[in-house]
């Protein structure tokens, strides 16, 4: 069967997720529509496609223990030098966002792996792109803002030409499937040009 790689994340609810995703790709982060506007739970991870229902078995695990909690979202930052990221900071949420992920990659779990950098919960708007660019994302989005409750996440796969694909969602509390989000708390808001 190989191997298949996947990720876990929380989304970014409408309208913010799509108003990021259009903000990132007027950037240029040629990524942008590729992946759906979100903060990560595991990163991109290569697995066993057999292992993928012993992967959903374990989320389903997480969830049911997980509880809903505010997600806000406000202002910029930057991982720069260290990576070419600049990002929409996670205000309210971040505790609880690293505990989810922390479960997730249990040692006794099946997606147990080391991360690259410390686990920072984040929103990307510009990865790679020129400096210029990463300059003008961490600007002109400064003064966004935006609120939701966070009922679960979700598992992604990534396909070969790049783009990532939504397996399934994970409702806290042992719910089943997460509905459709209801109307955010706000509509997110950004600042006068």
Known sequence: MGTVTIGVSIAVPEPHGSLLQERRA???????????????????TEVEAAE?????????????AGRPFTMRLSGTDTFRPLSPVVYVRVV???????RLQQRVRAASGPLA???QF????????????????MDRAQKELAGYRA????????????????????LREFAFGGHGTVPPQAAPADHGTLPAR
Do not use: M, N
């Open 52 to 64: 993928l229902p012993a992967v959903e078995a374990h989320l389903t695990e997480v969830a049911t």
């Open 147 to 166: 609120e939701w409750p966070c009922t679960g996440f979700a598992l992604h796969r990534q396909d070969a030409a790049g783009v990532w694909h939504k």
């Open 26 to 44: 007027g950037f240029g982060d040629a990524a942008a529509h590729s992946i759906p506007t979100h903060v990560t739970l595991l990163p991109p």
């Open 92 to 98: 309210a949420g971040a505790e609880e966002c690293t």
């Open 118 to 133: 410390p686990y920072h919960p984040h929103v990307t708007v510009a990865h790679g792109i020129d400096e210029a660019a």
């Open 113 to 115: 792996r080391e991360l």
